[in-house]
């Protein structure tokens, strides 16, 4: 029995996509596993993301073939992979998001309210200019 080129062993999981056959993403996990995982972990550095993160790869992969027929499997698949580790990243590490003025924000906050800080520099104030005046004849 003759073995296959790694270019015949892609032709064929392109083809089982082509087929939408669920044995093209057990064959592309068979054989990229490790590339692909390397990949989101360079990125992301954290095993559970990386796991999401090709679990991404794989149904965008499967999303994209057909209509796409990528020439270079293993280029193809690292690109999905790269921009889902990416993405991962991004949202990890994103900033939170200030509450809209709409929001019960001031209600809910130990933060006081505007208006609040307001008196309290009024009273800040006042009690400045009694104590001076203890102090300066």
Known sequence: MKARSPMETDER???????????????TDRK??????????NILNDRFDCEECLDDTYMSTWNSIPPKRPDILHAFLARITRNAATDRFRKNTAMKRVPSSN???WDNSNTPHPQDRNLNAIRIETTCEVNLSDIIP
Not at 15 to 23: G, I, P
Not at 32 to 41: D, G, K, S
């Open 13 to 27: 999981i392109v083809e089982l996509y082509f087929e939408r056959n669920e044995d093209a993403i057990l064959e």
């Open 32 to 41: 990229y596993r490790p590339y692909l995982y390397t990949i989101a972990h």
């Open 103 to 105: 929001s019960s924000y």
